[in-house]
């Protein structure tokens, strides 16, 4: 995940949980995350292989209090 570029910090993210699921109805909790406060990418890595059509983001928590928006600037998938 890439935050936004711009130097604005609305909209970072501290702490994400990553769903998935293989008919977009139902969801399971596969990944979580903790992000820093900075513009830098951050790599995070599934605990085992994921074989899936769907991932949801879900914001947990911001970078700084009071600011309840979420933004990335990028989400890189990797796949084999």
């Known amino acids: 995940l890439l935050p936004r ?3 604005n910090p609305n909209g ?3 702490n994400i949980t990553i769903l998935a699921s293989v008919d977009g ?4 909790p596969h990944a ?3 992000l ?3 513009a830098r990418w951050t790599h995070d890595r599934f605990r ?3 074989s899936t059509q769907h991932l949801r983001i879900v914001t947990a928590t911001p970078v700084h209090n009071g600011h309840p928006w979420a933004s990335f600037a ?3 998938v990797l796949t084999k």
């Open 25 to 28: 109805k139902t969801w399971k």
């Open 36 to 38: 820093s406060a900075t």
């Open 32 to 34: 979580e995350a903790s």
């Open 5 to 7: 570029q711009d130097g």
């Open 48 to 50: 085992e292989p994921l």
């Open 12 to 14: 970072l993210v501290g």
């Open 74 to 76: 990028e989400l890189d």
